[in-house]
């Protein structure tokens, strides 16, 4: 059983870093996407169950001056509590100072208390001692819950883990999630690894494909950052996505990969328009021989059979990026057959993680999250894991 499960939180006061960077209405700021908060429940809920107390740190925004009412956490309150089944949460109207010790002095067993954003504090992002360590005598044990801020060594994040013991300080069931299948895919992959990588630019996942050519036994690049390579092995384009300064970058990696014996698979032919609008006129063509004018959007049917190909046969699989501007129905069929071929081959006992905005979106969008293993909820951490970076937020837990 894991540190977070075999814990007994009875009359402790766990102080949960969450990530309730949640997007709200402008307006009258209404949460309308309340994911980042259903993802923390488990873990409050467990330890309301054990009899204890909790108490939550988040940011949301980013707030530049100091507090400002469209940051501020209290908007979340009537509806942490409908998520909790109708617990009572309290609200400090400041993350440390007399309020919040006040008020967690008078939280009850059963009872959750939501803290104002940490980033009213400049000291949060700077990762201030002094200030991590009055948050930290709120609590009598540390949880960190948030994957989403880990690859920063902010106060709530990293700095504070040092002010409890290591016995009392864990990831909670989120984290351990996250924690747990990135590493399955980086250090216990079974055979044949294949890599997806997808999205705009070259230059966002150079690091990424780098560390990959170390571990994966294919890498498959779709969406528009394949046309970067297509034109540095001599193809034409047309109008199609391309980084000028990256044209030797993509060819290093090919080179590197060739050396490595890693297989990179680049869609051989594109879904192409006449200009980038979801009403263009559409046709197929050979992603290396692209017209004049023409800009490739999506994958072509080739690719698709050669990817799924690929994808079927694999016993891991890494996702990150869609095929093609997905948003767009006329060029969504790409990242959809992926989609389809990566739940296949789940199914056959692969195990698959999605991570990364785009594609995470990709995969709700197209009804297929309980269809692979693992969707992750860190964009920007997942990648500077698979980069082979360090987290902060987990390694100052683990220490
Ligand atoms: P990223 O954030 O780098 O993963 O990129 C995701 C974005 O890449 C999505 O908004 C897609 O619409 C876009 N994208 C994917 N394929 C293409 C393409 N062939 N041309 C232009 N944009 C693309």
């Known amino acids: 059983m894991s540190k977070f499960s075999s814990y007994n939180f009875a009359r402790q006061k766990a102080l949960i870093r969450v990530d309730f960077n949640v997007p709200l209405d402008k307006k009258t700021f209404t949460i309308t996407d309340d994911t980042r908060m259903r993802a923390a429940i488990p873990t409050i809920k467990k330890i309301l169950n054990d009899g204890g107390l909790v108490i939550l740190m988040s940011h949301l925004g980013r707030p530049k001056e100091g507090p400002e009412e469209k940051s501020s956490l209290k908007h979340l309150v009537p509806h942490l509590s409908e998520l909790l089944g109708g617990t009572t949460v309290l609200f400090a109207n400041d993350c440390i100072g007399e309020q919040a010790y006040l008020t967690a002095g008078m939280l009850r067993a059963g009872e959750v208390l939501l803290l104002e954003n940490l980033r009213f504090y400049k000291e949060e992002e700077k990762g201030d001692e002094a200030f991590a ?42 984290m351990e999630g996250e924690v747990s299948s990135a590493e399955k895919v980086l250090h216990n992959s079974a055979k044949p690894f294949t890599a997806i990588i997808g999205g705009a630019k070259v230059s966002d996942k150079i690091l990424i494909i780098e560390n990959l050519l170390e571990r994966a036994t294919d890498i498959i690049i779709g969406g528009g950052m394949a046309y970067t390579f297509m034109k540095a092995q001599g193809g034409k384009i047309g109008n199609s996505l391309c980084e000028e300064d990256r044209l030797q970058t993509a060819t290093d990696l090919l080179v590197k990969a060739e050396a490595k014996g890693v297989c990179i698979h680049l869609p051989s032919d594109s879904v192409i328009a006449d200009k980038f609008d979801a009403a263009a006129n ?80 990709a995969v709700n969008q197209f009804g297929f999250t309980d269809k692979v293993s693992y969707v992750s909820t860190g964009g920007g951490a997942m990648l500077e894991y698979f980069e082979g970076k360090v987290l902060p937020g987990i390694a100052a837990v683990k220490d």
């Open 133 to 174: 360590q009055k948050l930290s005598k709120l609590g009598d044990v540390y949880v960190n819950d948030a994957f989403g801020t880990a690859h920063r060594a902010h106060a709530s994040t990293a700095v504070i883990a040092k002010f409890f013991p290591a016995e009392k300080r864990m990831f909670g069931l989120l």
């Open 282 to 361: 559409t046709s197929t063509a050979p992603s290396n021989n692209i017209p004049d004018g023409w800009l490739g959007l999506d994958i072509g049917a080739n690719a698709c059979e050669q990817f799924s190909n690929v994808i079927k046969r694999s016993k891991t699989i890494l996702w990150n990026g869609p095929m093609g501007v997905f948003e767009m129905e006329k060029f969504q069929h790409g990242t959809k057959v992926v989609a389809t071929a990566v739940a296949e081959a789940t199914q056959g006992g692969a195990f698959s993680l999605v991570g990364g905005g785009d594609s995470v979106a």
